[in-house]
């Protein structure tokens, strides 16, 4: 099957929030990266992360088997280091392979279910597969 997407996105608005209100893991406040590989190869992701305040973290590696979607809890990456909660953070996901990448956050402080997405901003990248 065909390959679609790009292998750079960058996702500039995280921000795990701190409390959460309800039943976990299910109401559980979280930022998400929803990773689509439309491709025959499997997608080795390499995430790297930012923040306001110190030195980029990473890499974090994922992989995403060919034409399959893989949903990923930030809070849940924690190999090389966890992400810390309530701090503003950047990622920069680098594929192998052009894959599409959302961003999804549930935000349950408040005592309500808060949903917030956003597509990744693209990077275009040389070896993209552009049509």
Sequence with gaps: MK???????CVPAGHIPLRST???????SYDQLCILNTGDQ??????SIFYADRDPEGPYLLCV???????VRVNDLIDPR?????VEYACLVES?????????????SAG???LMTSMAY???DPGDHQE
Excluded: C, M, N
């Design 96 to 108: 192998e392979v052009p894959v599409v990448v959302q961003f999804v956050r549930q935000d349950t």
């Design 122 to 124: 693209p990077l275009h």
């Design 3 to 9: 390959s679609y997407g790009h292998r750079i996105w």
């Design 42 to 47: 499997d997608a080795q992701l390499k995430l």
């Design 82 to 86: 966890a992400i810390p909660l309530d």
């Design 65 to 71: 088997a060919s034409r399959r979607v893989r949903h």
């Design 22 to 28: 309800g039943e976990e893991p299910r109401y559980t």
């Design 112 to 114: 309500a279910q808060a």
